[in-house]
Nanobody, 123 residues
Framework: QERLVESGGGLVQAGGSLRLSCEVFGRTFSKDTMGWFRQAPGKAREIVAG????????YYPDSVKGRFTISRDNAKNTVYLQMDSLSPEDEAVYYC????????????????WGQGAQVTVSS
C-alpha cells in the first residue's frame, strides 16, 4: 500500500532550523521526482522544493531559496528538507509528494497526502 510518512516538525524560534523527513512506502521511490509542499492556515498549498530522482537537480521558489535544502536517500526511500533561518512566515503543515515538472512549473503526481509535519515558528 502506498503511503507517505512525514516527520521532524516541531516548534522552533525565529532564525532556527528544522529538518523534515518523508519516508515513502509502496512505490519505486528511486524513480520518483519528489517535492515538499506546505500549507499555512487560510492559504493554498504551495511547493517549496523539488528534487530529481538522482538528486542532481533541485528547485526552490524565491520565498525559500537560500534557506531550504532538499535532499534524498534512495536506499532509505526518504526525502529530506533542511530548513534554516526560519521565520514566522514559514509556519505551516509540510507535506511531501511525488511530483512532475514541465520545466516552468512543478505539480504533484499523487492523489493522496501523508499526515504532514507541523512547523511552528515563534517570533
Amino acid at each position: 500500500q502506498e503511503r507517505l510518512v512525514e516527520s521532524g516538525g516541531g516548534l522552533v524560534q525565529a532564525g532556527g532550523s528544522l529538518r523534515l523527513s518523508c519516508e515513502v512506502f509502496g512505490r519505486t521511490f528511486s524513480k520518483d521526482t519528489m517535492g515538499w509542499f506546505r500549507q499555512a492556515p487560510g492559504k493554498a498549498r504551495e511547493i517549496v522544493a523539488g528534487i530529481t530522482w538522482n538528486g542532481r537537480s533541485a528547485y526552490y521558489p524565491d520565498s525559500v531559496k537560500g534557506r531550504f535544502t532538499i535532499s534524498r536517500d534512495n536506499a532509505k526511500n526518504t526525502v529530506y528538507l533542511q530548513m534554516d533561518s526560519l521565520s514566522p512566515e514559514d509556519e505551516a503543515v509540510y507535506y511531501c509528494s511525488a511530483v512532475g515538472t514541465d520545466g516552468s512549473s512543478w505539480y504533484r503526481r499523487l492523489d493522496y497526502w501523508g499526515q504532514g509535519a507541523q512547523v511552528t515558528v515563534s517570533s
